[in-house]
């Protein structure tokens, strides 16, 4: 059974870290193409960090770039995302997403996403 569980969410003061952890079960991450979205209360979903299945490098949104970091465990099946220096603005529940083959750069649209998780609450504040 394919399945992606998220994990690290929480409440955080502005300028605070979290990491949050994604774990992938019934299949491979190493290949696949991944996403980090968010969904802000009211917005649309929305890539946050992304690296496509192509390993053809990582698309970082703009509002996170040197904030944000995404990385991966391969023997733990597992991808991270650093966020250090959150903002209020970055409150969202974040989600990791794949699919086997989204070969180009940036992030596609959330529909073509094959595989979620349940998300995970993130929440900035003082």
């Known amino acids: 059974q394919v399945q992606l569980v998220e994990s690290g969410g929480g409440l955080v003061q502005p300028g605070g870290s979290l990491t949050l952890s994604c774990v992938a079960s019934?299949?491979?991450?190493?290949?696949?193409?991944i996403g980090w979205f968010r969904q802000r209360p009211g917005k649309e979903r929305e890539g946050v960090v992304c690296?496509?299945?192509?390993?053809?490098?990582?698309f970082y949104r703009e509002s996170v770039k040197g904030r944000f970091t995404i990385s991966r465990d391969e023997l733990k099946n597992t991808v991270y995302l650093q966020m250090n220096n959150l903002r209020p603005e970055d409150t969202a529940v974040y989600y990791c997403?794949?699919?086997?083959?989204?070969?180009?750069?940036?992030?596609?649209?959330?529909?073509?996403?094959?595989?979620w998780g349940q998300g995970t609450q993130v929440t900035v504040s003082s």
């Open positions: 690296v496509s299945s192509s390993g053809g490098g990582t």
């Open positions: 997403a794949t699919h086997n083959f989204l070969p180009g750069q940036g992030c596609y649209p959330p529909y073509e996403y094959e595989h």
């Open positions: 019934g299949f491979i991450l190493g290949n696949h193409a």
